[in-house]
């Protein structure tokens, strides 16, 4: 497959499509067979094949009771999308999803995969970098009376974290962009 057949798929695409259930971060089937170009049969046949690649917490079916909950959920929010809610779904962690590359050896699924698998790491960052910064206030908590003073110099640290975070974040978009430095081994200077 060459590259121009391979589809682009965004991060908000991806973060769209990703689902708690059992409080866990999954993709569904139908999402992930609509993102890798395929039927949802094939996506799940392809499963059923490898069932020892699937482990419980890479991979689950959705309960009855689970499943009448999301349809419930889905079809009140998107009324005329009623495609693929006659089955439970197949539920796939990050570690399914990664998985499924081996799976679905093609060169979309494998294009696909890398930035499904990037939008979770992506996520995983932030529910760290929230952590740091709630485990920070609750020290300053018990340190802080009622002095705007005190209160004034935490919401400029937290401005401060906030603008490294989004310099750090365009650094690393500029650095990809820009061409190599260096000679180039063949390059006429005429």
Known sequence: MSKK?????????????????????????????ELY?????????????????????????MSKEEFEQWRS?????????????????????????????????????????????RVFAKMRELLVGHKDILLALEKLSGTVSHHSRDIKTIFNILKRMQKEEENRRLLA??????PPIGFKKGKDKS
């Open 37 to 61: 170009g395929v039927e949802t049969k094939a996506l799940k046949q392809a499963v059923r094949r490898n069932t020892e690649r699937f482990p419980e917490d890479f991979m689950f079916e």
């Open 73 to 117: 959920q889905t079809v009140t929010s998107n009324p005329g999308d009623r495609k693929g809610l006659r089955y439970a779904p197949f539920c796939f962690t990050e570690h399914g999803v990664l998985m499924l590359s081996s799976v679905l050896n093609s060169a979309a699924a494998i294009a696909v995969n890398i930035q499904v698998i």
């Open 5 to 33: 057949n391979i589809p682009a798929v965004s991060d908000d695409m991806v973060m769209s499509k990703i689902h708690t259930v059992r409080g866990h971060k999954v993709m569904l089937d139908r999402d992930l067979a």
């Open 173 to 178: 978009q500029v650095a990809k962009k820009r």
